[in-house]
């Protein structure tokens, strides 16, 4: 089959981040930058798998400032642009000091609110963080695992960019899983809207394997929290205000700040695990929803 009206795929970073040598990499080429900066360059990549064949256009943006670039992509009218989107690469160097790390933490956090405004909690697109070489050293030491848990609290699944085969677990790791994670996304052209998680009543929560059994009991037991606190907090407007004592309004704010967070967190973690082999999902998801259990 073939996709003919695709979305695109946002690659970015900060200026020498290594976005042109992972599209590199990842298509086989790269376009030649014509003045000091990437931002505004484009790029194709023709992907076929056994299920599709797609041509996929490929933009290209820079993010010289964090506070400036999420500006201009919360306007309303950078709405468009993300809603056409089907997957986010954000690249980064491996860090040489805290700083580096305080600002990937931020331009991340930048993202996932630009998605979020544009398509809601659960922006159905592949979100990949790809830590691309440094050549200064000595460089900050910073585990996968920890990087695993700072991308994936924005929605980012991360991919050392200098892996190569497969892990311990027999997953491809690298550029090799950035190509598994894009060829296993949904393509074909869309409003972009997004879905949000659905909490209804009637419905189990089961989710992150496709007609598979689910995460076991916790992840059930997580689905439960957060309806009951979802209902709890509708409900806080709908009495006659008896009985409220003074800071009980603050209360509400926060008992909603919360709830909001949580919601935000499990949906990021359905949607980074989405495009993942079986075995890893179920692994990533259900350490993710553990820790989020510990927190409630």
């Known amino acids: 089959m073939e996709i003919r009206n695709p979305r695109r795929i946002l690659a970015l970073g900060a200026p020498e981040s290594g976005v042109l040598s992972l599209l590199k990499d990842l298509t086989g080429s790269a376009p030649a930058p ?51 989107l089907g997957a986010w690469i954000y690249c980064f160097r491996k860090p040489i000091t805290q700083q580096h790390v305080d600002d990937v933490k931020e331009a991340l956090q930048a993202i996932a609110e630009v998605i979020e405004k544009a398509c809601g909690y659960g922006g159905d697109m592949v979100c990949l963080a790809v830590a691309m070489p440094q050549s200064s050293t000595p460089r900050l030491e910073v585990e996968n695992d920890v990087w695993e848990d700072w991308c994936m609290e924005c929605g980012f699944e991360f991919v050392d960019g200098e892996g190569k085969g497969r892990n311990e677990f027999g997953e491809e790791v690298g550029v090799k ?28 929560f089961g989710g992150f394997g496709d007609g598979e059994e689910g995460l076991d009991a916790e992840e059930r037991e997580m689905g439960a929290e957060l309806f009951g606190l979802k209902s709890a907090v509708h409900g806080l407007d709908d009495g006659d205000g008896e009985g409220e ?22 949906v990021a973690i359905k949607e980074t695990s989405s495009a993942m082999p079986s075995e890893a999902r179920k692994r990533f998801a259900a350490k993710a929803v553990s820790d989020l259990m510990k927190g409630l």
């Open 34 to 84: 014509i003045s000091d900066t990437t931002a505004g360059l484009t790029h194709t990549w023709h992907l076929t798998t056994k299920y599709y064949t797609a041509t996929l256009p490929i933009w290209i943006d820079e993010i010289p400032s964090i506070a400036e670039w999420r500006a201009e992509f919360t306007k309303p009218e950078a709405r468009e642009v993300v809603t056409a």
């Open 177 to 204: 899983r950035v190509v598994e994670a894009l060829q296993a996304n949904e393509w074909e052209g869309g409003d972009g809207s997004g879905g949000l998680l659905d909490f209804d009543e009637d419905e189990e």
């Open 245 to 266: 004592g003074e800071g009980e309004g603050e209360g509400e704010e926060t008992q909603v700040e919360e709830l909001e967070m949580l919601m935000r967190r499990m």
